[in-house]
C-alpha cells in the first residue's frame, strides 16, 4: 500500500481527511499516564495476537515505547486513543505506569479517519478491519454516513456498469483518487471487499469482541446456520486451530431437510390465524389437527 498519507497533510480526498491528517502527524510529545487512557470501542481493531504482544512488551521492557502513539482529549486529564492500541497493551504489559503519546484535539469523525490511515499502513490486518477503515475513509471523503456507503457503493457501481450517468459524477473522481492512494479499485471493493462485512450478526458479535480470529470466522460462516453458535462456543471455549476446526465442519450432521410445505404450515399454525379462518374452514382446520395430534399419539404408543 502508499504511504502516500504520511507523506504530506494534504491528500486533496475531503476537508475530514486533510484535516485528520494535519493535526496528527505532528506535534509535541509526552509522557501520559496509562491509568488515564482508555481504548476506543468503535475500533475494528479488537485482535491482538497474544504471541506478538508479549513479544513487544519484552521489547519494551528492554527499549522502552520508541514510537508515540495518538490521543485524543475526551475530559479533563482523560483520554481515548487514536491509534497506538498494540503499543498501548505491550506497555501495560510491560508494567509500564506512562506512555510517550502525541495530544490531539479531534472530533470522533477526524478521529476514526485518523486511525484508519494510520491502520491501513500496516501489513497485519485482516480483510474485515481492512474494509472497515476503508469504510470509514470513503464515509468521510463524500461525506456520507458509514452505514449509507455499502448500499450507495453498490447502486453506483451498477449504474456505471450500465452506462448510466451517475446522480454525483464527483463521487467517482473522489473516489478514484482515494483507491489510487490506498491501492485497488474502488470498484472491486464494491463487489468483493464489502462481502467482507456481511458476516451473520452472531459471528461478527464475537469478532468485534477479539475472541476470535478473522479466519476462523470466516470459516464458521460457511457452515449451516444452526451451527453457528455452537461453533462459535467451541472455537472460543477449546481455543481450537483452523485446523481442529476445520475437521468439526467435516463431521457436522445437519438436521434433516423438513418435508416440503412443512415450514409454511407451520408459520399457519398458530391460534389468531386459525381464529381469523371463517367458521367452517375453521372447524375444518381444528379436525385436521386433531387427526395429526390422534396419528402421532398412535405412532408413539406402539
Do not use: C
Not at 513487544?56 to 521492557?61: G, Q
Not at 474502488?186 to 479466519?215: D, K
Not at 416440503?260 to 391460534?271: K, Q
Amino acid at each position: 500500500m502508499s504511504n502516500a498519507f504520511r507523506k504530506h497533510a494534504g491528500t486533496g480526498l475531503g476537508t475530514t481527511v486533510d484535516a485528520a491528517l494535519a493535526r496528527s502527524l505532528s506535534g509535541d510529545v509526552r509522557k501520559i499516564l496509562l491509568q488515564n487512557i482508555s481504548t476506543n470501542p468503535e475500533q475494528p481493531r479488537r485482535h491482538f495476537n497474544e504471541e506478538r504482544l508479549a513479544e513487544l512488551a519484552d521489547s519494551i521492557r528492554e527499549s522502552g515505547v520508541l514510537q508515540p502513539i495518538l490521543l485524543r482529549s475526551v475530559a479533563a486529564g482523560q483520554y481515548q486513543i487514536v491509534f497506538g492500541e498494540r503499543r498501548y497493551r505491550a506497555a501495560l504489559l510491560a508494567g509500564l505506569t506512562e506512555i510517550p503519546a502525541m495530544v490531539r484535539e479531534l472530533s470522533s469523525e477526524e478521529a476514526a479517519v485518523t486511525a484508519a490511515v494510520e491502520n491501513l499502513q500496516r501489513e497485519d490486518l485482516n480483510p474485515y478491519e481492512e474494509a472497515q477503515y476503508k469504510l470509514t475513509l470513503i464515509a468521510a471523503t463524500l461525506k456520507l454516513d458509514p452505514t449509507d456507503v455499502p448500499p450507495y457503493l453498490r447502486k453506483l457501481h451498477r449504474n456505471l456498469a450500465a452506462g448510466q450517468v451517475p446522480e454525483h459524477p464527483e463521487h467517482v473522481q473522489q473516489l478514484e483518487r482515494l483507491f489510487k492512494e490506498l491501492g485497488g479499485s474502488w470498484r472491486t471493493f464494491a463487489v468483493h471487499g464489502l462481502r467482507t462485512l456481511n458476516l451473520p450478526e452472531v459471528i461478527l458479535s464475537v469478532l468485534r469482541s477479539g475472541q476470535l480470529e478473522y479466519s476462523k470466522a470466516a470459516l464458521i460462516s460457511t457452515a449451516p446456520p444452526q451451527f453457528h453458535e455452537r461453533l462459535l462456543r467451541e472455537a472460543v471455549d477449546e481455543e481450537l486451530s483452523l485446523t481442529q476446526l476445520q475437521e468439526r465442519l467435516r463431521h457436522l450432521s445437519p438436521k434433516p431437510n423438513a418435508p416440503e410445505g412443512l415450514t409454511r404450515l407451520r408459520s399457519h399454525l398458530s391460534a389468531k390465524k386459525l381464529d381469523a379462518l371463517p367458521a367452517e374452514h375453521r372447524q375444518e382446520a381444528r379436525q385436521l389437527i386433531e387427526r395429526l395430534n390422534a396419528l402421532f399419539e398412535r405412532t408413539r404408543s406402539t
